[in-house]
């Protein structure tokens, strides 16, 4: 089954090929598919925003699209930034200067306070236009310093256990991450959905 994927996220992009592919999805990015377009995340939480992604290109494609809506939840800081972590500190702000900004935020956290949650809303929308939701979360805590060359984003200051996700492989960041459990439950529900 051929799936567009609503994300201009490469690290993401590369999650989702990883992740769906052993499920024998095909997936297909907006440029590949011909779709040049923002989407406006105006919803307030993730599935909200995984909604309007998947929504939108399949409306604009009639295809089968997959969204991922992901944020890092903080609570040292009651959650932040959340649904803004793309957007933190600024949407084309680079991760280094963002990464500095959270650090800073968390200088006088103690190390039982640095504790987090990567969460992913997966939005998958058929042939039948129904948007279907799956959400999962990777807890972890929050490092004093970046770690490790792979992934993205967030990852080098994101620790479960001794190593930050930048620290592993993909394979092993799939198998534990919130984006990971979550394309899991959609690959584990799609016999159905394709009823
Ligand atoms: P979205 O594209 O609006 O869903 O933004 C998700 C943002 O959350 C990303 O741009 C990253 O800042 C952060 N994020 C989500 N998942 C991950 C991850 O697996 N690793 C690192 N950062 C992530």
Partial sequence: M??????????????FARILEEFGCTVIGMEEAGVDMEIEEDGSTFGENATIKAMTIH?????????????LCVDYLDGRPGVYSARYQGEDTPYP??????????????????T??????ICFVGEDSTPHLFEASCEGTIGYECR???GFGYDP??????????????EEKDAMSHRGKALRLF???LPQLLK
Avoid at 64 to 69: G, R, T, V
């Fill in 2 to 15: 051929e799936i567009i994927v609503a994300t201009r996220n490469q690290g993401k992009m590369r999650e």
């Fill in 59 to 71: 409306k604009v494609t009639g295809k089968p699209a997959i969204s991922d809506d992901s944020g």
């Fill in 97 to 114: 200067e963002k990464i500095a900004a959270l650090l800073a935020e968390l200088k006088d956290a103690a190390p039982e306070e640095r």
């Fill in 116 to 121: 987090a949650r990567f969460t992913s809303a």
């Fill in 148 to 150: 490790g060359e792979n």
């Fill in 157 to 170: 200051i994101f620790y479960v256990g001794e190593r930050s996700f930048a620290q592993l492989s993909g």
């Fill in 187 to 189: 690959a584990e529900e």
